[in-house]
């Protein structure tokens, strides 16, 4: 995913003819898209009157909050209010003297049908319609009562910013390469030109404006946490479509088994499954680490577990196609005192070992792990008993 943005950042360059000077994905230490909102741009100072005349230039510094932007900016710092700080970000070089310099659209339309700031050089001071302009901007690190915000401004260079600001348009991307903990590069990128951006970016159906991911060589411990940002947010979303999917389908005459059937597709097969994929690689029970047929099994019933339990990872196997089924049905389980598995008298020695389970077979768990186990274990008990 990292090299991957960099590959596009790395097109978007070429495009802008400057494809001497490729990024070099070694060099940085992670990547942080920022999606600019109307909030970020238009304001007072963004809106032109009818007549084009400016209203009002008072915007300092564009936010940058969340989670995901806690963990990329602070590394994962806490909330506890520390002294301000100030790191560079630079302009890349010719950036905005590109969106300076492209002609169509002159101005665009905003979703509103208000007319926002003109992309060509109106009013620009001259010695910022400079080509070879090189913008040096800073980004304020900051800890406020509402969490973490970085604040990116230009203390030094109001008219920097204001440039800046003139060619940015919502929905174009800002995105910041980090060099180490206080440097940073940033490239804007207009949103014409971001749609395939976006289709890695927006994430768990809405505009996702923060978007973070770091070079896993860095500090693949806080590349797991970024990501597992991302990803819970699509496990809540996925379930919640899911739920939906159900109460449709609950509602339909004849739908029958289906209803089982594609919900527990949707439920073994989704954004579940790559929450449990983010730590583990290979079946819990065997050794199988072929991603498409690993499914994420929930241990205490999706249909019987509440929106937490859902969405808890503590709540999933990571099985093989085999050992899901096996799973699923109560033909295996785990004693959660012990972790020791247990057989259905039904499956006898030859298919145990066909099926790569033995009275050996262990599962290590945590005590959340246990404690949903427990409820497993005990339907695997009635059910040998009946
Ligand atoms: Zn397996």
């Known amino acids: 995913m990292y090299k991957l943005i960099i590959d596009l950042l790395n097109n978007f360059l070429n495009y802008i003819h400057i494809p001497d000077t490729p990024l070099n994905p070694d060099v940085f230490q992670g990547v942080f ?36 932007a806690k963990l990329f900016f602070f590394e994962g710092l806490s909330n506890t209010t520390t002294p301000p700080q100030s790191i560079d970000i630079d302009l890349y070089d010719n950036n905005l003297s590109y969106l300076c310099a492209i002609n169509n659209p002159l101005s665009r339309l905003s979703s509103d049908g208000n007319t926002y700031f003109f992309r060509h050089s109106i009013d620009v001071p001259p010695y910022l319609s400079n080509w070879d302009l090189t913008l040096h901007s800073s980004a304020y690190k900051k800890y406020g009562h509402k969490g973490t915000q970085v604040q990116i401004n230009i203390p030094d ?16 991307a800002l995105v910041m390469l980090r060099y180490d903990y206080l440097r940073y590069l940033a490239i804007l990128i207009p ?58 389908l609950n509602n339909t005459p004849n ?51 509440s929106r937490e339990e859902r969405i808890d990872a503590n709540n999933g196997l990571l099985l093989c196609a085999n050992h899901d089924a096996l799973f699923d049905r109560h033909l295996i389980s785990f004693n959660p005192d012990t972790g020791n598995i247990c057989i259905s008298e039904s499956i006898d020695n030859e ?12 599962l290590s768990m945590g005590e959340c792990m246990k404690s949903y186990m427990r409820i497993h274990y005990k339907k695997f008990i009635d059910k040998e008993n009946q």
């Open 157 to 172: 260079s109001k008219e920097s910013f204001t440039l800046l600001q003139r060619y940015a348009f919502q929905d174009d």
């Open 351 to 362: 298919q145990r070992k066909a099926l790569s389970i033995s009275e050996s077979t262990q």
């Open 255 to 305: 739908a029958g088994t289906d209803i089982e059937r594609i919900v527990k597709t949707r439920v073994s097969q989704g954004s579940f499954r790559r929450l449990l994929l983010l730590e583990r690689h290979h079946c819990n029970l065997c050794n199988i680490s072929t991603t498409s047929v690993l499914r994420a099994s929930h241990i205490k019933e999706w249909s019987e577990s």
């Open 33 to 68: 898209v920022k999606k600019l909102s109307n909030q970020n741009i238009i304001k007072e100072k963004r809106r032109i009157s009818a007549n084009n005349t400016i209203l009002k230039v008072n915007q300092t510094h564009i936010d940058v909050t969340g989670e995901q």
């Open 191 to 248: 949103s014409e030109l971001c749609n395939h951006l976006y289709s890695i970016t927006d994430t768990h159906g809405s505009h996702n404006i923060n978007f973070a991911v770091l070079n896993p060589s860095y500090n693949s411990a806080l590349a797991i946490q970024l990501q597992h940002q991302i990803i819970s947010k699509d496990v809540m979303y996925d379930d919640a479509k899911t739920i939906a999917l159900q109460n449709t």
